[in-house]
């Protein structure tokens, strides 16, 4: 073979190598549902939709908007070792998709978060050991000179590789307009939490 054949072949290798690789990324840039499909929207008390109507909750409106059921197994004050105790169960009920959003009580109560990480690799295992996707929602630090997602989120969508929402949880918090009180968003406030998980559901009819 000689240099221009080589050349040309390697051009085109590599050329179908980035083809494949976007076509991997596209992949996984979305999840895929069908108007049939059910989600299961897991977490604490901004999931449960504390302090709004239960249709105002982020999960009502999810289910609103999208036409797809949406069950709510948000729990006000559960801690991230609970949420683990408690997720086996109701992955028996077959879900797509599980929206999981889940540590700000670890983190505002300053428990352990190396537990706090593992334990959310493990809710991820088990969500994807049951058949479904994860969706896996940022939370922020609450902390006194702002709300940035906490980086042990970043490190656990890197390790495991589902996709993640990272801003708009702490976009949310950010904006005192956008909650009724410190840390839980008002009906606004889920309004958007839902219209940035849509970004992230492809439905087909």
């Given at each position: 073979?000689?240099?221009?054949?080589?050349?040309t072949?390697?051009?085109?290798a590599?050329?179908?190598f980035?083809?494949l690789t976007?076509?991997s990324r596209?992949k996984?840039?979305?999840?895929?549902?069908?108007s049939?499909s059910?989600?299961l929207?897991f977490?604490?008390?901004?999931?449960?939709?504390?302090?709004v109507?239960?249709?105002?909750?982020y999960?009502?409106?999810?289910?609103?908007?999208?036409?797809?059921?949406?069950?709510?197994?948000?729990?006000?004050?559960?801690?991230?070792s609970?949420g683990?105790?408690?997720?086996?169960?109701?992955?028996?009920?077959?879900?797509d998709?599980v929206?999981?959003?889940h540590?700000?009580?670890?983190i505002?109560?300053?428990?352990s978060?190396e537990?706090?990480k593992?334990?959310l690799?493990?809710?991820?295992i088990?969500?994807?050991?049951s058949?479904?996707k994860?969706?896996l929602?940022g939370?922020p630090?609450?902390?006194?000179?702002?709300?940035?997602t906490?980086?042990?989120?970043?490190e656990?969508?890197?390790e495991?590789?589902v996709l993640?929402?990272?801003d708009?949880?702490s976009?949310?918090?950010?904006d005192?307009?956008?909650?009724?009180?410190?840390?839980?968003?008002?009906e606004?406030?889920?309004?958007?939490?839902?219209?940035?998980?849509m970004?992230?559901?492809?439905?087909?009819?």
């Amino acid at each position: 073979m000689n240099k221009i054949k080589l050349i040309t072949v390697l051009l085109t290798a590599f050329m179908l190598f980035l083809i494949l690789t976007k076509e991997s990324r596209e992949k996984l840039s979305y999840i895929e549902l069908k108007s049939d499909s059910k989600i299961l929207a897991f977490g604490d008390s901004i999931t449960y939709g504390y302090g709004v109507a239960k249709e105002d909750s982020y999960p009502s409106q999810l289910q609103k908007k999208t036409g797809i059921r949406v069950i709510n197994e948000g729990i006000s004050g559960e801690e991230s070792s609970e949420g683990l105790q408690r997720l086996p169960k109701l992955l028996e009920s077959n879900f797509d998709l599980v929206i999981l959003c889940h540590g700000g009580n670890d983190i505002i109560r300053k428990l352990s978060l190396e537990k706090l990480k593992n334990n959310l690799i493990e809710m991820i295992i088990a969500i994807e050991a049951s058949g479904a996707k994860v969706l896996l929602v940022g939370v922020p630090d609450f902390g006194i000179l702002g709300f940035k997602t906490h980086a042990l989120y970043r490190e656990v969508a890197k390790e495991t590789g589902v996709l993640f929402e990272e801003d708009v949880l702490s976009a949310v918090e950010s904006d005192k307009r956008l909650k009724i009180d410190y840390i839980h968003p008002n009906e606004k406030g889920y309004e958007i939490m839902v219209d940035a998980f849509m970004k992230y559901l492809k439905i087909v009819r």
